[in-house]
Nanobody, 116 residues
Framework: QVQLVESGGGLVRPGGSLRLSCAASGFSISTAIMSWFRQAPGKEREVVAVITTTGGTSNYIDSVKGRFTISRDNAKNTVYLQMNSLIPDDTAVYYC?????????WGPGTQVTIAS
C-alpha cells in the first residue's frame, strides 16, 4: 500500500522553528520529485518548496526563502521541511507530494499553527 505520512506539525510561537517529515512507504521516493504544499483556511493550496530526485536543486516560494529548507534522504525514503523564523502567515495544513512521471501521491497533511 502506497502511503505518504507527514509529521512534525504543531503549535509554535512566532520566531520559532519546526521540522516536518514526510515518510513514504510502498514505493521509493528516489525517482520522485518531492514537494511541500500548504493550504491556509479560505485559501488555495500553494506549493512551498520543491526538490529534485537527487536533492541537487530546490526551489521555494518567495515568502519562505531564507527561512525554510527542503531536504531528502532517499535511503530513509523521507523528505523534510525545516522551517525557521516562523510567522503567523505560515499557519496552514502542510502536505507532502510525490511526483514520479504521471504518478502523483499526496499525504493527508499536518497542521502547523503559529500563534503567541
Amino acid at each position: 500500500q502506497v502511503q505518504l505520512v507527514e509529521s512534525g506539525g504543531g503549535l509554535v510561537r512566532p520566531g520559532g522553528s519546526l521540522r516536518l517529515s514526510c515518510a513514504a512507504s510502498g514505493f521509493s521516493i528516489s525517482t520522485a520529485i518531492m514537494s511541500w504544499f500548504r493550504q491556509a483556511p479560505g485559501k488555495e493550496r500553494e506549493v512551498v518548496a520543491v526538490i529534485t530526485t537527487t536533492g541537487g536543486t530546490s526551489n521555494y516560494i518567495d515568502s519562505v526563502k531564507g527561512r525554510f529548507t527542503i531536504s531528502r534522504d532517499n535511503a530513509k525514503n523521507t523528505v523534510y521541511l525545516q522551517m525557521n523564523s516562523l510567522i503567523p502567515d505560515d499557519t496552514a495544513v502542510y502536505y507532502c507530494k510525490a511526483t514520479s512521471g504521471m504518478t502523483v501521491y499526496w499525504g493527508p497533511g499536518t497542521q502547523v499553527t503559529i500563534a503567541s
